[in-house]
């Protein structure tokens, strides 16, 4: 009898985790909207006045009033692959890219989907996509993966870099030069618009999450242990910037006038950089785990995501270029 037991409770164990990690459709997504503060999420944009974010089992999700409430947008197909990134690549052309090699389109501002690049064999993420001018665009990712379209995102080509076979992270622009950073320390560097890279001498032996140009030839890079560094001369040469802790840095946002960035991370952590270089403010948001992404809202106040998914206690957390 105690063994009949004991096989029964086995098999409801594993009927509950068989539906935990299942595909959940978009009307289950609508409905359990308390559970928007326990998915992951990996990637948040803000689109005009709406915020698209992006994370576990395939999610999408998008709001229309600064944060309040979230939707589950369409898509052509089902396919329950976690997503790392999300990018605006046009009026109107998004892009969401994550695990097997997928890449998601929208043409409606993230509120349909379609599968133009998916490759379940090897089951390698794509990290982030990126594109200088609405046409061309660059996919990233894990092993050095490394893709181009023409097209704004329809199709793809792969590409070699001159490294070995390195995660590529992040990736940023400003006019020709472009930027990719990765793990090991890596920077790669084009000032010819992507025809060319070359790999600057490792400045951090550690892996770089992000980067981003504050303009004026100015440029923000972080990763690991709170390491952040800024260059004055286009991604050159890096000096770094000392903040009072050492926790990872995953996502940055920058204000919307440009004049500095804020970059979150692991329990909570966040630290507001003006276009200078300079520290103003640092510490962390309580109650909100690890935070992978933010964006600024129009109002100039922060809005962030990760670990907790989108809840947040309020939407005046902290003003992107510091209190």
């Known amino acids: ?60 999700l998008k709001s229309r009033d600064g944060g309040e409430s979230w939707n589950a947008t369409s898509r052509e197909v089902d396919i ?20 097997d090699s997928l890449i998601l389109r929208s043409t409606d501002n993230g509120d349909n989907w379609e599968s133009v690049m998916h490759d379940t064999e090897l089951g390698e993420p794509l990290l982030g996509t990126w594109s200088p001018d609405g046409r061309q665009v660059y996919a990233y990712g894990s092993f050095g ?69 504050l303009g004026n030839d100015a440029w923000i890079a972080y990763g690991m242990r709170g390491n952040v560094f800024f260059s004055q001369d286009e991604g050159l040469n890096w000096a770094q910037i000392e903040i009072p802790h050492k926790m990872p840095l995953y996502g940055h946002a920058l204000a919307n006038d440009g004049s500095g960035v804020v970059i979150v991370g692991t329990g909570g952590s966040f630290v507001s950089i003006d276009d200078q270089g300079n520290v103003l403010d640092t510490g962390f948001l309580k109650g909100l785990g690890t ?33």
């Open 145 to 213: 993966k490394f893709f181009e379209s023409g097209d704004a995102g329809l199709t793809w080509q792969a590409t070699d870099l001159p490294i070995q076979g390195e995660h590529l992270n992040d990736m940023a622009g400003d006019g020709a030069l472009r930027i990719v950073v990765g793990e090991m320390g890596l920077v790669l560097r084009s000032t010819d618009a992507g025809q060319t890279w070359e790999p600057l001498e490792a400045f951090y032996n550690g892996s770089l999450f992000g980067v981003t140009s």
């Open 80 to 99: 329950p692959a976690t997503l790392t990134n999300v990018s605006r690549v046009s009026d109107g052309v998004l892009l969401a890219a994550g695990h």
């Open 291 to 323: 935070l992978t992404s933010a964006v600024t809202l129009p109002d100039g106040e922060l809005f962030v995501a990760g670990q907790r998914g989108v809840l947040q206690e309020s939407q005046d957390l902290l003003a992107v270029t510091g209190k």
């Open 1 to 60: 009898m105690s063994k009949l037991i004991s096989y029964a409770f086995c098999v409801v164990v594993a009927a509950l985790v068989i539906y935990a990690f299942s595909p959940r459709s978009e009307q289950d997504l609508d409905t359990a909207h308390l559970d928007l503060g326990r998915i992951q999420i990996n990637d948040l944009i803000r689109v005009d006045d709406a915020l698209v974010a992006v994370g576990e089992r395939g999610t999408i």
